[in-house]
C-alpha cells in the first residue's frame, strides 16, 4: 500500500530558529501533497496545498513567509517553520495524495517543540 | 462554506457492542468519503472509503452512505478496548482537498 514517511517524529528547537520537515511517500508518485496542523484536544487544520512543480496554496490565515513549503519532486514536500515561536509549537502532519487514486496517506507526524 | 459536522462526544460503548458514529455533510455534489481513526497523538489512519450509496463492509467494520441525505456513517461490530480513539469523517472537496468534521471521541469500555 500507499506508504509516507515524515521526519522527524519530533524536535525541539530555540525560539527564532528554523525547522525544517520532510514528507516522502515512498512508493508512490504524490503529485499533491497537504500539511496539517493540529493542536491539542483540536481537530485537523489544513495549513497548505503542495503541488509538484509549483508554488504552494495556503489557506487563509497561515503565514506564507513562515512557513515555507518546497514540493521540488513527485516524491518530496518539505515543510520549513521559519523564525520558530513556542506558539509555533504543535503537531504537524502531512498527507500525500496520487493523483490517480482517491484515497490520502498520512505521515506519522511531527511533534515540534519550541522553547 | 462546505462543512461536516460530527458529534464530539465521547461515545461510550459497552465491550462487544455496536459502536455507531454519524456524520453530515453540506455540500450535496460531494462524492468521496473517508473515516478515519485517530489515536491520541499519533496521525490519522484511514478506516473505510465509501462512493456509492448503500452499505460497505470490511471486517468489523461497515459504512454506510446516503447522498439524498447527505450523512455518511461508521458501524463498529463487535466493539474492543483497543478501537478507542476519534473518529474523524472527511470529504472530498475541490483540488484534492478533504474537508473534515472535528471527529467523534469513542470510549469503549470492557
Known amino acids: 500500500g500507499a506508504v509516507v514517511s515524515q521526519h522527524p517524529s519530533w524536535v525541539i528547537c530555540k525560539s527564532g530558529t528554523s525547522v525544517k520537515i520532510e514528507c516522502r511517500s515512498l512508493d508512490f508518485q504524490a503529485t499533491t501533497m497537504f500539511w496539517y496542523r493540529q493542536f491539542p484536544k483540536q481537530s485537523l487544520m489544513l495549513m497548505a496545498t503542495s503541488n509538484e512543480g509549483s508554488k504552494a496554496t495556503y489557506e487563509q490565515g497561515v503565514e506564507k513567509d513562515k512557513f515555507l513549503i518546497n514540493h521540488a519532486s513527485l516524491t518530496l514536500s518539505t515543510l520549513t517553520v521559519t523564525s520558530a515561536h513556542p506558539e509555533d509549537s504543535s503537531f504537524y502532519i502531512c498527507?500525500?495524495?496520487?493523483?490517480?487514486?482517491?484515497?490520502?496517506?498520512f505521515g506519522s507526524g511531527t511533534r515540534l517543540t519550541v522553547v | 462554506q462546505k462543512e461536516v459536522e460530527q458529534n464530539s462526544g465521547p461515545l461510550s460503548v459497552p465491550e462487544g457492542a455496536i459502536a455507531s458514529l454519524n456524520c453530515t455533510y453540506s455540500?450535496?455534489?460531494?462524492?468521496?468519503f473517508f473515516w478515519y481513526r485517530q489515536y491520541s497523538g499519533k496521525s490519522p489512519e484511514l478506516i473505510m472509503s465509501i462512493y456509492s450509496n448503500g452499505d460497505k463492509e470490511d471486517g468489523r467494520f461497515t459504512a454506510q452512505l446516503n447522498k439524498a441525505s447527505q450523512y455518511v456513517s461508521l458501524l463498529i461490530r463487535d466493539s474492543q478496548p483497543s478501537d478507542s480513539a476519534t473518529y474523524l469523517c472527511a470529504v472530498k472537496g475541490s483540488n484534492y482537498q478533504l474537508i473534515w468534521g472535528a471527529g467523534t471521541k469513542l470510549i469503549i469500555k470492557p
Open positions: 455540500d450535496r455534489g460531494s462524492q468521496s
Open positions: 498527507s500525500a495524495s496520487q493523483q490517480e487514486l482517491i484515497g490520502y496517506t
